[in-house]
């Protein structure tokens, strides 16, 4: 297979691009024939990578598989600060055990989605530079920005006008990223949107470090499952990289209608026409449609056989069961866990639904539990659970059921 042109190279670069400054400064250095070193910067301050994190990496893969070296940057030591892109409040430091623990997990999930070959990767951590740094370093670096310049932040500007506080040690973040920059050489950075101005101090860095400016790719944040927000484990509207198959197939299932279209072109590598054919034709089918986006995720992050389980799988817990059986047990998937019920929480048979809920399914609290219940979230063998403090009769082999997807089988102990 020949090598695809500049031009194609850059079509398939800028697809699913917010902003590229410039598309003309990549032209260039893509038809230079040199390996460009592609960075992207991820601070581990939380374990799992969702699919909202996947939208970047694999444009860092489409680099790769030009020739081009990824270059992503552990920021075990910005972490510590917290990135206050998009936050209405500071956020709290994290230590350096959290944050080593959290990008213990973040090179394997990542290996979900990049080449780990040595010619086409590097990782790097900024703490091999950050943290040697003195204090005439810092300086040095300040001077390099205006207060006015870094005012001009929209999350900066918008906690001022609100008479929130700023800390100085947020105003360090923009800074130390595009350090990296400088240290790395780096020829293009990718990040989401939110990361715009961040990315942008590092092209500033590097002129002042006499480095060609980086070129900065910034791509769409993903909207979370609820079709609100962006894509957070902390807002519980996430698909995590490591979720297994049928748990990804009912979270994408679960999406907006609306949002169909941009997870199938920020996570998937479905052409245009087929895009267009299962979004926006008015013969298209939605239920179809987004069962055609979730299967082909989860052969990204699987195997097409894992795909296919978990659709047939999904019809037969949400579509009536088999050859149109409509009862209870034809119903249910067939690896439910047993939950061991301790004999101090039964008395004459009963429970308390609240203490039941909470420790088959490790809700949180009791308020947690009491709010699903009142939603009609939790069923016992079928029947919906309707009085959070009238106690409930149980047996071994009860099905108790939260939602759709989540089921536990009763062991009394």
Request: charged letters at 30%; aromatic letters at 4%.
């Amino acid at each position: 297979m020949s090598k695809p042109t500049t031009d194609q190279q850059l079509q398939t670069l800028i697809r699913g691009c917010e902003h590229c400054f410039t598309t003309e400064e990549l032209e260039k250095r893509l038809d230079s024939g040199k390996q460009l070193r592609v960075k992207l910067g991820m601070d581990p301050t939380a374990p799992d990578l969702t699919l909202g994190h996947t939208v970047v990496l694999r444009k860092l893969r489409q680099f790769q598989d030009f020739g081009h070296k990824a270059v992503l940057i552990i920021g075990d030591y910005t972490a510590r600060i917290g990135d206050p892109s998009g936050k209405s409040k500071t956020r709290p430091m994290l230590t350096p055990e959290q944050v080593k623990q959290n990008a213990e997990t973040y090179m394997k999930q990542a290996g979900k989605v990049l080449d780990l070959s040595d010619e086409k990767f590097e990782v790097r951590h900024n703490s091999e530079w950050l943290e040697p740094m003195s204090c005439a370093d810092v300086l040095r670096l300040m001077s390099q920005m205006t207060v006015a310049r870094m005012m001009e932040r929209d999350t900066f500007a918008t906690r001022q006008k609100a008479g929130k506080e700023i800390f100085m040690h947020e105003m360090l973040y923009p800074l130390m990223q595009g350090h990296d920059s400088v240290m790395i050489k780096a020829d293009v950075e990718l990040g989401g949107t939110d990361q715009t101005f961040n990315n942008l101090c590092g092209r500033d860095l590097q002129r002042n470090a006499n480095q060609p400016p980086q070129i900065v790719m910034t791509l769409p944040l993903l909207v979370g499952t609820d079709g609100k927000l962006k894509m957070s484990k902390s807002m519980g509207n996430y698909v995590a990289v490591t979720d297994t198959p049928t748990d990804m197939f009912g979270k994408v299932m679960r999406i907006p209608d609306p949002l169909m279209r941009s997870y199938f072109e920020l996570l998937t590598d479905t052409p245009e026409e087929k895009i267009a054919a299962l979004t926006d034709s008015p013969d298209a089918n939605p239920r179809d449609s987004k069962e055609e986006l979730a299967k082909t995720i989860i052969e990204l992050y699987h195997s097409k056989e894992a795909a296919t389980a978990a659709a047939q799988e999904f019809k037969r817990v949400h579509g009536g069961g088999t050859d149109g059986a409509t009862d209870f047990e034809s119903t249910l998937p067939d690896d439910i866990p047993e939950v061991a019920i301790p004999a101090d929480m039964i008395k004459d048979g009963e429970v308390d639904p609240l203490s039941v809920t909470v420790h088959c399914f490790n809700e949180k609290s009791r308020g947690v539990a009491k709010r699903l219940i009142a939603e009609s979230g939790i069923r016992l063998n079928g029947e919906v659970i309707t009085d959070p403090q009238t106690p409930i009769k149980i047996k071994t082999g009860d099905i108790l059921q939260r939602g759709k997807r989540k089921f536990a089988k009763i062991a009394l102990q």
